[in-house]
């Protein structure tokens, strides 16, 4: 069979996972339910609002139940909360949030941190894609560095307040130096968290260095 991730011929009869990649071996007969998972995916991604992605992409799970694609795709959709706080503004629809934890620690109780700590590396849906994968560890960055870009796209490059803009326009010659700081003093936050495991704290840590550079 032809890996669809790398194109290079993965022989040996049962075999789930490309030996050249990891990437999961799609066979014959299973080709047909995996391109049409696709289409649902570039279908949900042209929809920004996240509520309503969600709703097409819980449409394409029961068309396509055993798709890994469609999967993957929801994991980055939070739960909202039932009951936010009055007064601050609730973003948890957006899985990225989980992040703002080390942004600015204060704004959430205790509880809600370790209730979002856990969410970020323990999560059901997650754990149940890192049991699939080929490769949990190279699958958890890939996560991690997802969630890393999205945060700094949507809380910090689009936050008028930190990056100075103007009727739309940005100021300053180094205009991704707020980015930059920001995202560094939550690496300073992420380090100092007792709570992370070494190979989290890393991974964390790498995911949102990657993300500056993105």
């Known amino acids: 069979m032809t890996c669809r991730q790398c194109g290079r011929e993965a022989a040996g009869e ?86 703002q934890i080390y942004r600015n620690p204060g704004e959430f109780s205790a509880e809600e941190r370790n209730a979002m700590r856990h969410e970020l590396f323990e999560g059901e849906k997650l754990r149940a894609i890192l049991a699939a994968s080929a490769d949990p560890e190279a699958k958890m960055q890939e996560y991690l560095n997802r969630l890393g870009r999205e945060y700094v796209d949507i809380f910090l490059k689009e936050d008028n307040r930190l990056m100075g803009n103007i009727f739309g326009f940005r100021l300053g010659k180094n205009r991704m130096k707020p980015v930059e700081d920001a995202v560094n003093g939550m690496i300073r936050m992420m380090e100092a968290d007792e709570k992370l495991s070494e190979e989290q704290r890393t991974a964390l840590t790498g995911a949102m260095r990657q993300a500056i550079n993105w």
């Open 14 to 99: 049962g075999i789930a996972f490309c030996p050249y990649c990891g990437a999961k071996i799609v066979a014959a007969e299973n080709a047909q339910t995996s391109a049409e998972a696709e289409k649902w995916v570039r279908k949900a991604l042209k929809i920004t609002s996240l509520p309503e992605r969600k709703k097409l992409l819980d449409q394409a799970k029961q068309a396509c139940p055993d798709a890994p694609e469609i999967d993957w795709e929801l994991l980055f959709i939070g739960t909202p909360n039932p009951k936010p706080k009055r007064g601050r503004m609730d973003f948890s629809i957006i899985k990225s949030w989980l992040l």
